[in-house]
């Protein structure tokens, strides 16, 4: 059974600081990986979806890396923002396009201006 | 484009009554996800639906959840009776089985059994 944690639960930085963000899961039989951000009282909006075959993505100042070796992956955040504060969650997928996803618990960022 | 659609956003009611959460999917996905979320729980995957067929339902809790998706546009959920450790945030996701693609969840339905 996938298990999938991230750590640390909570994060607070400084504005215009670089973080990152760690994913880790124990079947490295995955078809891909995906980085999500959730509000408060909001739904999950997707930030990026790496494949398993592929090692990053970046949109804008996130990048995020897969190794599948390891079981790990990073969401790196440049320059944070205050506007960057919320949950973000990593989801595993099984190894078929078919598959369901399993969810970390997540990271509660915030970035104090 | 439209998102998903959840509805209610919110609902409260008395334990043993029954509550039916409804969603649309995003027009043109071919799967359809129902999640709830706890403090103590996280997310946790209820059911899904590929092509409007119930692929697994392991993490449906008891009996007393079931789910529908008669058509390719909707879908509930229902709980009866509704007990308090029911109290969640329920979400519906939506994803095209095109490779690769995003899933796409909607706000969530926030309910409260007293």
């Known amino acids: 059974k996938q298990e999938v944690t991230q750590i640390p639960a909570a994060l607070s930085v400084p504005e215009g600081e670089n973080l990152v963000l760690n994913c880790s899961f124990t079947?490295?039989?995955?078809?891909?990986l995906q980085w999500f951000r959730q509000d408060p009282g909001k739904g999950l909006t997707s930030l990026l979806l790496i494949q398993s075959s592929q090692r990053e993505q970046t949109s804008g100042r996130l990048n995020a890396s897969l190794d599948k070796s390891s079981g790990r992956s990073t969401l790196y955040i440049a320059a944070s923002q205050p506007g960057d504060s919320a949950t973000y969650l990593c989801?595993?997928?099984?190894?078929?396009?078919?598959?369901?996803?399993?969810f970390g618990d997540g990271t509660t960022l915030t970035v104090k201006p | 484009d439209a998102g998903v659609i959840q509805s209610p956003r919110h609902e409260v009611t008395e334990m043993g009554q029954e509550v039916t959460l409804r969603c649309k999917p995003i027009?043109?996905?071919?799967?359809l996800f129902w999640y709830r979320q706890t403090m103590m729980r996280g997310l946790e995957l209820l059911i899904y639906?590929?092509?409007?067929?119930?692929?697994?339902d392991s993490g449906m809790p008891e009996d007393r959840f079931s789910a529908k998706m008669p058509n390719a546009s909707f879908s509930t959920l229902k709980i009866q009776p509704s007990e308090p450790r029911d109290s969640a945030v329920y979400f519906c996701a939506s994803r095209s089985t095109i490779i690769d693609q995003p899933q796409h969840f909607g706000d969530g339905t926030r309910l409260s059994i007293l």
């Open positions: 079947d490295s039989a995955i078809y891909n």
């Open positions: 027009s043109g996905h071919n799967s």
């Open positions: 639906f590929n092509n409007n067929v119930p692929i697994d």
């Open positions: 989801a595993v997928r099984g190894n078929t396009n078919a598959g369901k996803s399993t």
